[in-house]
């Protein structure tokens, strides 16, 4: 059994971890107080109340229906902790924690798992983004009349087993190479013209100087 205590977003509490269920009355915790189930898998998170009862808090989605006992706060989780922060900013709470989250959970046990790998310094590894193709053609099957844009999601989309390697792995070119290659297709051209134009005014020279 561990306690740590924590002051955050002006609120002041105490952190309990244990193994199991905790039980009323057995961890002497005050209202407000939050207990961390780390036994094993799924973790679970609980609130102290006024009667040394405890509710069970599963995400933030949710916290509404967890609320702090005493004051107008909702928990809320972050990659250190979970804090107890004014209800109001509920929207904004949320909007944060699955934008960070990702594809995850929201769940209880997934903020846990989050808390913990950041005290043992595990951190996940980021998801390397490829950069769009300068050049894209457009698609056969794309409808301009009808407004949808199947194409481009079915582009954007990707299959379930794919995985950033097999992402990496997709070839592109380097701007400059495409401007170099753009550039001597130009040269060329300009060439062949200077070429055509020598070719037509040898033959008006030599047809005027026939009569």
């Known amino acids: 059994m561990t306690q740590k205590v924590i002051e955050a977003a002006g609120c002041r509490f105490t952190e309990h ?32 109340q006024i009667d040394s009862g405890w509710n069970q808090w599963t995400s933030m989605a949710e916290s509404s229906g ?10 809320c ?24 989250l990702g594809k995850r959970i929201d769940a209880a046990d997934t903020h846990i798992k989050i808390i913990l790998d950041q005290e043992r310094g595990l951190k996940p590894v980021p998801q390397r983004i490829l950069e769009p193709s300068p050049v894209r053609p457009p698609s056969s099957n794309s409808s301009v009349d009808d407004g949808e844009d199947d194409g481009e999601d079915e582009q954007l989309a990707q299959p379930e087993g794919m995985t950033s390697s097999a992402v990496e792995d997709v070839p592109t070119k380097p701007m400059a190479e495409i401007m170099a290659e753009i550039r001597a297709d130009f040269e060329d051209r300009c060439r062949t013209m200077r070429n055509q134009n020598d070719d037509i005014q040898k033959a008006l020279t030599t047809s005027s100087g026939t009569w």
């Open 77 to 100: 989780p972050s990659v250190q902790r979970l804090a107890w922060v004014p209800i109001s900013g509920y929207n904004g709470y949320l909007r944060q924690t699955n934008l960070r």
């Open 17 to 48: 971890r244990g193994e199991g269920m905790p039980v009323r009355g057995n961890l002497f915790a005050k209202p407000g107080d939050i207990y961390f189930d780390v036994q094993e898998r799924p973790y679970t998170v609980w609130v102290c």
């Open 66 to 75: 967890c609320k702090h006992p005493e004051q107008d706060r909702i928990l």
